[in-house]
Nanobody
Framework: QVQLVESGGGLVQAGGSLRLSCAAS????????MVWYRQAPGKQRELVAV???????NYADSVKGRFTISRDNAKNTVYLQMNSLKPEDTAVYYC?????????????WGQGTQVTVSS
């Protein structure tokens, strides 16, 4: 079982930036898709960003142009750079690996990291 530890969250004013990190307990280079999800209070968890082994990225419409996902396979780490943050970005952010066969996440969710954006 892989452990995924998210960090980098915090309280920031609208318009600010944060960089989230997700450290995996094993090599992530074999996973085609690494993903970031978020869950706001009272809402379902939603997919925010995907990065493939080849570096292709995809984003939810709500974060396009503001967020950037990247991966460093040598460090077993996935990042999410978040700029121009809005109050509606407030949520707990989680990372995971995603199976292309089933289009579902592979591992149990970690603790996540809380992002709070004040207006």
């Amino acid at each position: 079982q892989v452990q995924l530890v998210e960090s980098g969250g915090g309280l920031v004013q609208a318009g600010g930036s944060l960089r989230l990190s997700c450290a995996a307990s094993r090599n992530i280079s074999s996973y085609n898709a690494m993903v970031w999800y978020r869950q706001a209070p009272g809402k379902q968890r939603e997919l925010v960003a995907v990065v493939t082994r080849g570096g292709t990225t995809n984003y939810a419409d709500s974060v396009k142009g503001r967020f950037t996902i990247s991966r460093d396979n040598a460090k077993n780490t996935v990042y999410l750079q978040m700029n121009s943050l809005k109050p509606e970005d407030t949520a707990v952010y989680y990372c995971n690996a995603k199976s292309p066969a089933t289009n579902t996440v592979i591992y149990a969710w970690g603790q996540g990291t809380q992002v709070t954006v004040s207006s």
